[in-house]
């Protein structure tokens, strides 16, 4: 079974410009999250889907934040435009649906602001 | 308003011992407990897990501890292996959520 996949790996921007980062989570999996780790803390939810629709996005930042599962299936996750404190690892992670507790994890994008 | 707290940010253990990690939460809600570890470079990935309404859960060499009265659970690793060298994360969920609440993460270096 192919896990969750996150493309780019890394990405380097200067501030104020936009920046989208895509996943792709293990086929059958009915919910997605994304979450931002900042340097030396644990990860912190942003977003959940479940299927296509937003079940819970009360800690994303929408006035620069949006991210959106139009089929189901893949996610992006844009910032527009980009602060110096967005740099972080942005994890994407998939669970096979509401019901289920664990969650498997993406590699993450390493976003750094300049 | 840190509901999940990893007081330790290192520990290290010489190989063959046993490894002991601690984490505290404040919200009773909580109704589920997981374990995470992540390697540099890779997403975490789910170690061992506790339902609310048990006090302990073994699988292998992985043991978790749930104290609920002191709000208190704990990750024993015996005996501990070069290869557990990671970072440990203690993730919550609250009872109704499917979300997962973070702890800062505890770094194990295991000494040969």
């Known amino acids: 079974e192919a896990g969750v996949a996150q493309s780019p790996r890394y990405k380097i921007i200067e501030k104020r410009q936009s920046v989208a980062f895509w996943c792709n989570p293990i086929s059958g999996h009915a919910t997605l999250y994304w979450y931002q780790q900042i340097l030396g803390q644990g990860p912190k939810l942003l977003i959940q889907f479940q299927n296509n629709g937003v079940v819970d996005d009360s800690q994303l930042p929408k006035d620069r934040f949006s991210a959106e599962r139009l089929k189901g299936v893949d996610s992006t996750l844009k910032i527009q435009p980009a602060k110096l404190e967005d740099s972080a690892v942005y994890l994407c992670?998939?669970?096979?649906?509401?019901?289920?507790?664990?969650?498997?994890f993406g590699p993450g994008t390493r976003l750094t602001v300049l | 308003d840190q509901q999940v707290k990893q007081n330790s940010p290192s520990l290290s253990v010489q190989e063959g011992r046993i490894s002991i990690l601690n984490c505290d939460y404040t919200n009773s809600m909580f109704d589920y407990f997981l374990w995470y570890k992540k390697y540099p470079a890779e997403g975490p990935t789910f170690l061992i897990s506790i339902s609310s309404i048990k006090d302990k859960n073994e699988d292998g060499r992985f043991t978790v501890f749930l104290n609920k009265s002191a709000k208190h659970l704990s990750l024993h690793i015996v005996p501990s292996q070069p290869g557990d060298s990671a970072v440990y994360f203690c993730?919550?969920?609250?009872?109704?959520?499917?979300?997962?609440?973070f702890g800062q993460g505890t770094r194990l270096t295991i000494n040969p």
């Open positions: 993730a919550a969920k609250p009872q109704g959520a499917q979300k997962l609440v």
């Open positions: 992670a998939s669970s096979r649906d509401y019901q289920n507790n664990e969650q498997f």
